[in-house]
């Protein structure tokens, strides 16, 4: 080749890196103007919380939630933290129940992005006791007091599990509000006024997820007290509370046989009566989906309490995959799925404490090679079962630890 002819191919190398080094800075230049864009509307949200106007409060409000829900802001929030606490419990205190309502979905989601450390315990500590004023309170507005029941589940969930007396209080207010489902002294069960029977399935969900957190001490009291009176619950006519109920009953056993494997109930053959008639239902007084979903958890429920088995679930998120494979890890699953909404698959994929809670590891940094050689779907089975099985032994840890202050 001539002089000419390399000098020419020196300049068009040249050309075309220095093209390719400017598009690069200009999508980081692009990445740093929409992020510092994102910042300033969330400051603009944060400072609207303060607002006179309830209108303004609460658009402020539903911008943060979704927010919250779709990326994680770590980060931003660690030195906001105490403002945003203070708002939320202004508007728990001082709001009508809507505002209530979405503020107690706030706190929830602050305690997710700030995770179990010393920044999460602190924000929990602040609300835990407006929280629990709402939830137990019986003039408050019926919505607000089931965002409560979930925000003080999650919350006790995320930030004060490996405080026994915290934990313990969480789960007295929660079983406080759905014991008014139980049968009466009679044996009937009560009659309540419309939007209870939400109310007691959302305490009764948050109750189960920390019961997934108690000592294997409290577990036996807990059960004998419990399954009993829940079996009579199955008589509900609210479909959603039955359900709500079978699933409980259904981790209550799981629960049981992991301290004991020949656990059973007193009347077992009851219980399985009752679900089979569950399971087959077919009155065409209900509406058809409410009959199909019926059957559908009832039919799992009877199986896992007949012959411990479990439909498992796959669950994907980017190029990740989780295996829900008991009562326990499904009550988990979806407490975080009805706080995050559709922003449970990013959580998934780049927040620490749900990759800890489902055993993923540190976040994934993937690039084309790697995506293109992913492992088999045993192999990530495999690694997720061992994953989890290892964190319930470390958690059995800790509960074994607490176990002192239950019994």
Known sequence: ???????????????????????????????????????????????????????????????????????????????????????????????????????????ALLCVQLGGGTEGEEGFNTLRPILSYILTDSC??????QSCARALGMCCYVSASDDAEDLLKCMGHLESVFVGAYPLA????????????????????AWALLCTLCPASRINSIVSYHLPRLQACLESSEVNFRIAVGETIALLYELGRDIDQEFECEDCDALCESLKSLATDGNKHRAKNDRRKQRSIFREVLHYIENEDFSEEKIRFGVEVIYIDGWMRRRIYYAFKEVLESGVSHHLQFNPLLRDIFGLGAPLILDSSVKANKISRTERHLYNSAAFKARTKLRNKVRDKRADFFC
């Open 1 to 107: 080749a001539s002089d000419d002819d390399l000098a020419s191919d020196v300049l068009s190398h040249c050309s075309s890196a220095s093209e390719s080094a400017s598009v690069l800075d200009e999508g980081t230049v692009d990445e740093q103007t929409a992020q510092e864009e994102t910042e300033d509307k969330l400051k603009q949200c944060i400072d609207n919380l303060m607002d006179k106007s309830v209108k303004t409060r609460l658009a402020a409000l539903e911008s943060l939630r979704s927010a919250f829900s779709s990326r994680v802001l770590y980060d931003f929030l660690l030195e906001r933290r105490l403002t945003i606490t203070d708002c939320l419990e202004r508007s728990l205190k001082k709001g009508g129940g809507e505002e209530q309502a979405a503020a107690a979905t706030l706190c």
């Open 140 to 145: 408050a507005n019926m919505l607000a007091r």
């Open 186 to 205: 009679d044996g009937n069960l009560p009659s309540v006024k419309a939007g209870t029977p939400a109310l007691h399935s959302a305490a009764l969900q």
